[in-house]
């Protein structure tokens, strides 16, 4: 088959092709897209509005009349017509070109119009019509206003001059087009003689408003933008002039407060140096063999301190601190048992080393068992460091040497840990306690490494270190026990106030 | 109700007549539209097209084929728009069950139709859209130009190769089924 066939197939197969589609529901979807249906009531209450003033303003003015011929009267009135609309025909252009983005109201022309039929002595009408053209955003709206004296009927009159206005509107108010479809109308396939549509879009007659007014109007708003406008800029000072007082005032205090503090919160890692020794000698093998069992592990340290700086470099530095200690104890602890077995309880051997003789019963065997225990206890501490130093600032760094007091205000040691060989029951329990329950005071000192991240927030490093100067056992103890610390404390500083 | 009246009813918003007219043109034009989308955006297109239709409708005065033909336009460039708009990967959307039913038996032999259709489907996309502008909408070269946003020339070049490529294929199937 030849394609040209395939094709002409292929079209015909889609010529009047239909596809079935539920209506009801496509309509339901399509309804609210499309355009609703637009109000022209006004300009016909505004058309009946105007026929009826012009009505009465004929009425009013035409006090005597002069009867002529009905057939005259309507010839007269068709060239009156016919005047009227060559004058709104010249003029429309120029108000529809005036009006485009504004509302406008003009009176056109107010002439006298004489007729021929005055020229041939005959009673004829004088009109006097006066046509209002109002625009508003390009599109046009007329609106007559007519007023006769007419010497005639007028009604004759008022009944042509709102149909040829009408016409008029029709024939020349916007057409909208869309461009595609401006296209597709003018294009080749339609022989048909392209009609001239016309969609009169009507202004609102309740907001047409006359020049004065709209002048005066847009004087108002011109008027209040100008305020907002003033009032805008003058509250931009006065924020500007506040943020202004702010800084000076922040100035000020810097000049006369030198004085400049932070919030510093810091993590540690230490290690915890314990330092044992025996009151008495009898206490050294003890001391010896808690040597071995015991072991120092890591010592994690958490701190807030509050740290005041003298523009000088003068730093003080205040706040709580909390410490704590683990140790790993091996014990290890002998069990001893006595038992009868039955067995060999005596040989007889010569002197070669050969048994001769065994004999059997029952014998005692002496048992000793070695237990190992491996417990990890903690050593609580709170300490209140009140430090004083040195900083110097450079560029964003700055460096910090601090020294001072730590005074330990709670320590809290599990007791049972001497005790676990039941060594030393009884002598310590009760009102001779083992531990004191604050170790007292302590010196510290460390050198902080900071930086500044942020305007407010500095972060720092800083080796640590804090010698006890108590132990932390009682002078009813055998024992001194003591602990001194080396670490490294990172933190972040928040500046408060500067 | 003639359909002079019903559009110039129409026009004057009256909700009757438009229902009228969707329901006497929506099939015809959702199957256009079928032939360019999927079944969801063909209805998409098909709502756009109605919406340009109502806004344009007092831009049309013409008898009822040519009404037709106007509304096909329409329903052609709403879905080429949809195309346009979401880069769509257009196919045939052909529903050849629905064909069966609908269609005489004595147009055309279904089954070579079918066919076709499917090499259609081989085509470049471009190719494919003019072969069926030109092909089966009936759209001339200007039109289509207009249309895909290419030269007269390019529209008639894309044919060409269309008409080329759908002539190899055609005979590598007839090579195929006489085997």
């Known amino acids: ?498 | 109700m003639k359909l002079n009246s019903l559009i110039s009813k129409a026009i004057e918003h009256d909700r009757v007549a438009q229902k009228t007219i969707v329901s006497q043109f929506a099939p015809y034009l959702f199957a256009v539209c079928k032939r360019y989308l999927s079944h969801a955006d063909a209805k998409d297109a098909l709502q756009d097209a109605f919406v340009l239709i109502f806004k344009n409708l007092h831009q049309f005065n013409a008898t009822e084929p040519q009404f037709q033909y106007w509304l096909r336009r329409i329903a052609v460039n709403a879905a080429l728009s949809k195309i346009r708009k979401s880069s769509y990967k257009s196919e045939l959307y052909l529903d050849t069950d629905h064909l069966e039913k609908t269609r005489t038996p004595k147009v055309i032999d279904d089954l070579e139709t079918q066919d076709i259709l499917k090499l259609l489907n081989l085509l470049p996309e471009k190719q494919k859209q003019v072969f069926n502008l030109y092909i089966i909408d009936g759209f001339k070269h200007k039109e289509i130009a207009v249309f895909l946003e290419i030269t007269e020339q390019n529209s008639k070049n894309l044919l060409f190769k269309a008409r080329k490529t759908m002539q190899e294929l055609i005979l590598d199937s007839e090579k195929i089924r006489s085997r």
């Not at chain 1, 509250?235 to 205090?253: D, H, M, S, V, Y």
């Not at chain 1, 206490?283 to 000088?312: A, D, S, V, W, Y």
């Not at chain 1, 004999?359 to 491996?374: F, L, P």
């Not at chain 1, 055998?478 to 602990?483: H, I, M, S, V």
């Open chain 1, 1 to 498: 088959m030849k394609l040209s066939n395939k094709e002409n197939k292929i079209k015909d197969l889609f010529q009047n092709d239909e596809f079935p589609l539920n209506v009801d529901a496509f309509w339901d979807e399509l309804e609210p897209k499309l355009e609703k249906k637009k109000k022209r009531r006004f300009i016909f209450w505004f058309l009946i509005g105007g026929l009826l003033l012009g009505y009465g303003a004929a009425q009013f003015g035409s006090s005597d009349t002069i009867e002529i011929a009905s057939s005259e009267v309507s010839k007269v009135n068709a060239n009156i017509v016919e005047k009227d609309d060559d004058c709104l025909e010249s003029e429309f252009s120029e108000v529809a070109i005036d009006s485009k983005n504004s509302v406008t109201k003009e009176i056109v022309e107010v002439t006298p119009i004489k007729k021929e039929s005055q020229k041939e002595g005959l009673s004829s009408p004088i009109l006097y019509s006066g046509i209002e053209k109002l625009s508003m955003n390009g599109i046009q709206l007329e609106k007559e206003n007519i007023k006769t004296e007419v010497k005639t009927k007028n009604k004759i009159v008022q009944k042509i001059l709102p149909r040829r206005n009408s016409e008029i509107i029709n024939s020349k108010l916007n057409i909208i087009n869309t461009g595609f479809l401006t296209n597709s109308v003018n294009s080749n396939q339609f022989s048909v003689k392209k009609p001239i549509y016309t969609k009169a879009k009507v202004a609102d007659p309740l907001k047409i408003i006359s020049k004065e007014e709209r002048m005066r109007l847009q004087k108002a708003k011109k008027k209040q933008r100008m305020a907002m406008i003033a009032a805008k800029k003058k509250a931009a000072k006065q924020r500007k002039r506040k943020r202004q007082f702010k800084r000076n005032i922040k100035k000020i205090k810097k000049i006369f407060n030198p004085w400049s503090t932070e919030l510093d919160v810091a993590y540690g890692i230490e290690y915890a140096v314990k330092i044992m020794k025996a009151d008495f000698p009898k206490f050294e093998p003890l001391i010896t063999k808690r040597k071995k069992e015991e072991t120092m592990l890591e010592t994690q340290f958490f701190g807030i301190n509050m740290n005041h700086k003298h523009k000088n470099g003068f730093v003080f530095e205040y706040g709580i601190d909390y410490r704590q200690m683990t140790q790993l104890y091996e014990f290890s602890s002998y069990k001893e048992r006595e038992y009868q077995k039955k067995g060999v309880t005596e040989v007889v051997e010569d002197n070669f080393g050969n048994t001769i003789r065994e004999s059997y019963g029952m014998k005692t065997i002496h048992e000793t068992i070695k237990i190992n225990r491996h417990i990890y206890k903690r050593q609580y501490m709170v300490n209140v460091p009140l430090s004083i130093g040195y900083f110097k600032m450079k560029r964003k760094y700055y460096f910090e040497i601090l020294g001072g007091v730590d005074i330990n205000v709670f320590v809290k040691r599990p007791d049972p840990i001497i005790f676990a060989e039941a060594i030393y029951d009884t002598p310590f329990k009760g009102s001779h306690p083992v531990f004191y329950s604050k170790t007292g005071i302590g010196l510290s000192g460390s050198f902080k490494i900071a930086r500044k991240i942020t305007k407010r927030l500095t972060i720092y490093g800083a080796p640590y270190f804090k010698v006890n100067l108590r132990p932390i056992t009682t002078l009813n103890y055998g024992l001194y026990e003591k602990y001194h610390f080396v670490g490294l404390h990172l933190g972040l500083k928040m500046n408060l106030y500067q």
